[in-house]
């Protein structure tokens, strides 16, 4: 009997009214492999791709696109031939009519699996090979390809067992459609879930926390789930940085395997009907959910009120509520009756011991994660997204004419950062202010004086190959040390200012924002003068020190680089022809920067407020929350000008490494009889007596 049950007339007899699953995935994986395939090279010619082009795309689209699309419905075969082959389970008539039959439960299983697997790998290979065929015909054919398509069915035959396996599991352990369901939806969701509600805690009461997810609410995120584990899996394929990931899937196919095999052996047959049929899962399903339901419910609960001192009482009744709520719900599901709601009350207990542990260990950060910070010889280099302002590409090779740029923003968690590198300096810097803003976050946070520092987002990335996200909230004092330690030891200024390289003749125009609060269009007709102009800025750059960089500027240059030839890659190919790019950047210009403002001072244009006419400034103030309008004052007089213009900067030249007067009021200026509107700010140092008074007295609710 046992060589029996492989055989094509077994299989044919036991697939009777389930050969529509066939059927089906073939329909699936038409949409996937040749249909995709077919949409895709009809866009490809009809862009005019040249064959060597379209040869490229195709051979990406074999490693990349049909991974994806195949992997959608491989998630829909495990499941369907999962529930079909195990499905009887629930039913006490057909496990006894299963277990009558003079076939071992382990061969039975052995052939669920194998018919599972046919059931998968025969419209797979039938439409795979129509896919194959496809391309002969339209000239892409090789032994190249048919190792990818080799290499594409094992990783999917891979990740349909594991998911298939995974199914079997809940199946086998489950005892009807109710527990199944569930546990089937904490299958797919419980590891991203508990990472959301980790994270929730995380930035309600730690000061660094910087919205990243790394370490365990990283692993909880994207590898717990047997379904985003092979979401996760198709993404870092993709990019080529698969190798260890298909290992761990090895051993998660191998190990859901084996449970799901052991689990259909010795399942009780008087155990169809129950929740579940090991009384043991209970126990371990009951602390895997009603911890992580206790502290949610409480997250949910604490962010309900507005103001701070009520969050504390709420959050306590909502991890109270949550936690006894959902066991009472688990138990009743457990035991099919309402009557054991309060059942198993040790268990309870123990629960929400656990539950109060976790919520101490974040109200009083107990672990040390805002105090924390790598040891300097554990890190291999320091990313940071330096406030605002800043580029988020390095030009990092300009051969042949053609130009590569490290877009650092796409594929970072932080966004736009630079590499600032690890000397002693930058790392002794952050050391400082990670202790600082560890002493005095509490009170930041409660005061609600976040506005009023810049957040310098840090990822540490550690020799181990792993990453350390901080958020540090720094005064504007902090930040200028912090930029000056990465100008002078870090990579900071030949990375910010690469983008100067590009040759000039993809420079059409160049703008400049001058102390007059307009822009102005440069030397529109003259191409030698604009490239002496961005030589002269070159430079200076080259000369200019991490004082120099972190000073007050006196013109600031826009820069956009049209038609500017980029290195030809899958993501930027365009047909018959090269990747062309805009870059836009701007450069802050500096009083010491000689030579750049020697040429322009050419134009007339204003490089210091001295050179500005200003006949009148107009202050208005408003209410912050409901920008209610409280007064107005006009400022005229000779003497109150003179004073006031020793703090006014046009918003264009306003840096992150100075500080300015608050946001609850607006500049008018008015420059030779002309009102000027284009965004003005005072220099908090620099803020004359008389206005500090009057503001007192526009707004007797703000603290000075």
Known sequence: MKSKIYSSEYVKVTSKGQM????????????????????????????????????LLYENLWKDGFLGTGYLVTVIAAVLNGISQFWYQYSSRK?????????????????????????????????????????????????????????????????????????????CVTGNLLMGALCMGALALYGPILSGIIQSYQASFFYTYSGNSYGITEI???????????????????????????????????VMAACSYFAYVKRPAEGTGKALVFPWTE???????????????????????????????????????????????????????????????????????????????????????????????????????????????????????????NDYGYDSKLGSVHNVGIDQGIYQTLEEISRSVNEAGKQMKDEDTWDYYDSYKIQYVLKSGKSV???????????????????????????????????TKFLP?????????????????????RKALIEAVQEDVKEAGASVLTGEPCAMLNLTYENVPERTSITNMVPKGNSMRYVYTNVYVYPEFKRTVAILKETGYPLSIDDVQVDQVEIRYWIADSYEETETIVYSDEEQIQELKKALVPYGLSCDWETYRGNWSSLKVVINGTNNEGGWRLKEDACPGFLKEDEKRARPDLVD
């Open 95 to 171: 496990v006894d009519f299963y277990h009558c039959l003079p076939v071992k439960r382990s061969n039975l299983f052995l052939h669920k699996t194998y018919v599972g697997i046919l059931y998968y790998l025969i419209p797979y290979l039938v439409m795979e090979f129509f896919s194959i065929c496809i391309g002969a015909m339209r000239g892409f054919f090789s032994l190249h390809l048919m190792k990818l398509a080799l290499i594409l069915l094992l990783l999917h035959l891979v990740l349909y067992l594991m998911l298939y396996f995974s199914v079997v599991l809940v199946l």
């Open 469 to 503: 996200y901080r958020d540090y909230h720094m005064s504007t004092e902090q930040a200028k040390t912090f930029l000056t330690a990465c100008y002078e030891e870090g990579t900071l200024k030949e990375e910010k200012y690469s983008s100067l390289c590009i040759d």
């Open 220 to 254: 909880l995120e994207n590898y717990v789930s047997p379904f985003i584990l092979g979401y996760t899996f198709t993404n870092r394929y993709a990019a080529g940085k698969s190798g260890k990931l298909l290992a761990v899937i090895l051993i998660v196919t191998l």
């Open 509 to 529: 125009s160049i703008s400049g924002n001058f102390y007059d609060g307009n822009s102005y269009t440069l030397f529109q007709g003259d191409k030698n003068k």
């Open 20 to 55: 529509w699953i066939p059927v089906f995935l073939a329909i699936g994986f038409l949409m996937a492999f040749p249909v995709a395939e077919l949409l895709k090279m009809g866009n490809w010619f009809g862009m005019e791709y040249t064959h060597a082009q379209i040869e």
């Open 283 to 405: 126990v371990v399903l009951r602390f895997l959910v009603v911890i992580p339901a206790g502290l949610g419910v409480g997250i949910i609960f604490h962010l309900l009120p507005v103001k701070d001192d009520n969050r504390l009482p709420w959050w306590i009744f909502g991890m109270i509520v949550g936690t006894f709520l959902v066991h009472g719900i688990l138990e009743v599901i457990f035991q099919m009756d309402f009557r054991k709601f309060l059942s198993h009350k040790l268990q309870l207990g123990l629960c929400s011991v656990f539950v109060a542990l976790i919520a101490i260990n974040y109200q009083f950060d107990l672990q040390g994660y805002d105090a924390y910070m790598p040891a300097q010889d554990e890190i291999e280099t320091i990313m940071s997204n330096l406030g605002n302002g800043y580029e988020n590409f390095q030009l990092v090779e300009d051969k042949g004419g053609y130009y590569a740029f």
